[in-house]
């Protein structure tokens, strides 16, 4: 792990098993981290949070230091990209885009340090002077799931570290291996000793010390909704902020003008991507029905020669489930989506061929016929299974999309550009894509609505997650104090 500058073991000295979901053998070992050495990196963090070292630089020193960081990571970013498909499954052409494109939030948010002000107010009363300070919070906790490890504590550090504040990072335990790999890059961009810190280990052991511990200041949580209410309620007994990006049951909605190739080009991309293991992924297809049948068919003929594989092979289009227990889950959803009668066009269970490694694939499975409140159209898989279902009118299209406890993002495939914008204005969703699907930009504000979570990170509004504001009043006039019984 990495607490105070230091490369540590857990104090237990106990190791967990990573896994590599391609052959289903452990690949990694990656230190069980525990209370007390959680405590011992808030503390390193606290400790530095509080140091000259941190606290003594400017804004525009630290803006250079992210800068330096961004440079690190670019040059190993393929090598980070291929630890992480080895950890997590996921496809090494995604990985390798999502690394190299990853430093511009170091360099986003580098960019941006030297530029949150602070306010002067034309105050109303007579011999003050006011204004404010923009001030970091402290010490942030940062918990982040498997499915895009670097990526997801990125969004988290960079403005973090940019508005001054010092970093606990817990990685998820089924994808720690590339948040080490990091490790070292930290003090060679010049950060001092415990300004991030790396605790790995279960999310049981590790989790409700790192929220309820006092000297955390705020919990920046990513992953689904029954974990991200535990933070939440462990958080609310603590009085800590917390930002929460949570799970999604997204809808890629196909009108009968759009274009019919990209749309199904972006459904396949929005549900098979990454096989399905995204937040934004796009599990629910709502097909206008007079091209539903010619949606369906087309689909088919691109997602039923999908090819499965290797996750590092460069032409491999769907990779393996990550762990075991979510390959279990995917099953189970499958296997409630017959039982409540929707009807399975694709794939439907396991996928048990010799070019598969020992790993846990899943068939990119499609089911048409489905019912807005079936459970796979209400509840989120994350794998590789799409729920088709028709509509009638644009009212009904609406209805349907935002008929869910989410509200993460959408998809809107339409020629129409009033269309575009009047749906653009009515989804419930953080994320509204036009012709497209799973594009995201430091420049952008990325959350939820409704159970997806609340806060937002990326884009010029988000660094105001990790200030807070100070009111600072001077007594300009020099009079004598009046009545100081009576409130100024
Ligand atoms: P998860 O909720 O199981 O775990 C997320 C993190 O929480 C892990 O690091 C885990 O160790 C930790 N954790 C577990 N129990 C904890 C506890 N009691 N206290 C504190 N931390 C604890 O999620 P997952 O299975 O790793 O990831 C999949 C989920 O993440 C999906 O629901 C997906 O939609 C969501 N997700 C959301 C976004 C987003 O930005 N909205 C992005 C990616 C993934």
Same mark, same amino acid.
């Given at each position: 792990m990495?607490i105070?500058g ?5 104090a237990?000295s106990?190791w967990l098993e ?8 452990p690949w990694?070992l990656i230190p ?29 020193a ?6 330096k960081?961004a440079?690190l990571?670019?040059?190993?970013a @393929? ?5 992480e ?11 390798r885009?999502q690394?190299r494109?990853l ?5 986003y948010?580098?960019?941006?340090? @030297?530029?949150v ?11 003050h002077?006011n204004?404010t300070l923009?001030?970091p919070?402290g010490?942030?906790?940062?918990i982040?799931?498997?499915?895009? #490890?670097?990526?997801?504590a ?5 403005p973090?570290l ?6 606990v990072?817990?990685?998820s335990?089924?994808?720690s ?8 890059l930290f003090a060679?961009a010049?950060l001092p000793?415990?300004?991030?810190n790396i ?8 989790g409700e010390?790192?929220?309820?511990h006092?000297?955390v200041?705020k ?6 909704d029954?974990t991200?209410?535990l933070?939440?309620q462990t958080?609310a007994?603590?009085i800590k902020p917390v ?5 999604g049951k997204s809808?890629n909605i196909v ?6 190739d990209n749309?199904?080009k972006?459904v396949?991309?929005?549900i ?22 010619e949606f ?5 003929k691109?997602a039923?020669?999908a090819r499965?594989?290797?996750?590092l092979?460069?032409?491999t289009?769907?990779g393996?489930?990550?762990t075991?227990?979510q390959?279990q ?6 296997d ?5 009668g929707?009807?399975c066009v ?7 061929r010799p070019e598969l ?9 499609v089911?048409t016929g489905?019912?807005? @409140?079936?459970?796979?159209?209400q509840?989120?898989?994350?794998g ?5 279902? #028709?509509f009638?009118?644009?009212?009904e299209a609406l209805?349907?999309?935002?008929g869910?406890i989410?509200g993460?993002a959408?998809?809107?495939?339409t020629?129409d550009?009033?269309r575009?914008?009047?749906m653009?204005?009515t989804l419930e ?5 036009v012709n ?6 430091p420049?952008s504000p990325?959350?939820g609505?409704?159970?997806s979570?609340?806060?937002?990170e990326s ?5 105001r997650e990790?200030?807070?504001e100070k009111?600072v009043?001077i007594e300009?006039?020099?009079?004598d ?7 100024r």
């Amino acid at each position: 792990m990495l607490i105070g500058g230091e490369r540590v073991a857990a104090a237990s000295s106990q190791w967990l098993e990573s896994l590599n979901p391609y052959t289903g053998n452990p690949w990694a070992l990656i230190p069980r981290g525990a209370a007390a050495d959680v405590d011992r990196a808030v503390i390193a963090a606290h400790t530095a949070f509080r140091g000259r070292e941190w606290r003594g630089l400017t804004a525009t020193a630290r803006g250079k230091i992210l800068h330096k960081l961004a440079d690190l990571i670019a040059a190993r970013a @393929d090598e980070l990209a291929a630890i992480e498909t080895t950890d997590n499954g996921k496809l090494i052409l995604e990985m390798r885009a999502q690394l190299r494109y990853l430093p511009e939030w170091f360099r986003y948010y580098g960019g941006l340090a @030297d530029k949150v002000e602070g306010r002067v107010i034309p105050i109303d009363r007579p011999g003050h002077f006011n204004f404010t300070l923009e001030e970091p919070l402290g010490v942030i906790a940062a918990i982040v799931p498997w499915n895009s #490890p670097l990526m997801l504590a990125a969004w988290k550090m960079a403005p973090a570290l940019a508005a001054g504040n010092t970093f606990v990072w817990k990685p998820s335990e089924h994808s720690s291996v590339s948040a080490l790999a990091m490790a070292p890059l930290f003090a060679e961009a010049g950060l001092p000793p415990g300004v991030v810190n790396i605790v790995t280990g279960l999310g049981s052991e590790t989790g409700e010390t790192l929220v309820g511990h006092p000297n955390v200041a705020k919990i920046c949580f990513t992953g689904g909704d029954a974990t991200g209410a535990l933070v939440y309620q462990t958080a609310a007994k603590h009085i800590k902020p917390v930002t929460m990006e949570l799970g999604g049951k997204s809808a890629n909605i196909v009108f009968a003008d759009a274009k019919l190739d990209n749309a199904v080009k972006g459904v396949v991309s929005g549900i098979f991507a990454a096989t399905g293991q995204t937040c934004v992924a796009g599990s629910r297809a709502l097909i206008h029905r007079s091209i539903h049948d010619e949606f369906v068919e087309r689909f088919l003929k691109i997602a039923s020669v999908a090819r499965m594989g290797n996750p590092l092979e460069e032409t491999t289009q769907v990779g393996p489930i990550t762990t075991q227990s979510q390959y279990q889950k995917v099953l189970s959803y499958i296997d409630i989506a017959k039982q409540q009668g929707a009807k399975c066009v694709l794939g439907g269970g396991p996928a048990q061929r010799p070019e598969l490694g020992g790993g846990w694939f899943v068939e990119p499975t499609v089911f048409t016929g489905v019912k807005p @409140d079936m459970r796979i159209a209400q509840e989120e898989v994350f794998g590789p299974v799409l729920s088709v279902i #028709p509509f009638d009118s644009d009212e009904e299209a609406l209805a349907i999309a935002n008929g869910t406890i989410y509200g993460l993002a959408a998809g809107v495939w339409t020629a129409d550009i009033g269309r575009a914008l009047k749906m653009a204005h009515t989804l419930e969703a953080g994320t509204v894509w036009v012709n497209t699907y799973r594009v995201s930009s430091p420049l952008s504000p990325f959350g939820g609505y409704k159970r997806s979570g609340f806060g937002r990170e990326s884009g010029l509004l988000s660094i105001r997650e990790f200030v807070q504001e100070k009111s600072v009043w001077i007594e300009t006039s020099g009079a004598d104090v009046p009545n100081p019984f009576i409130i100024r």
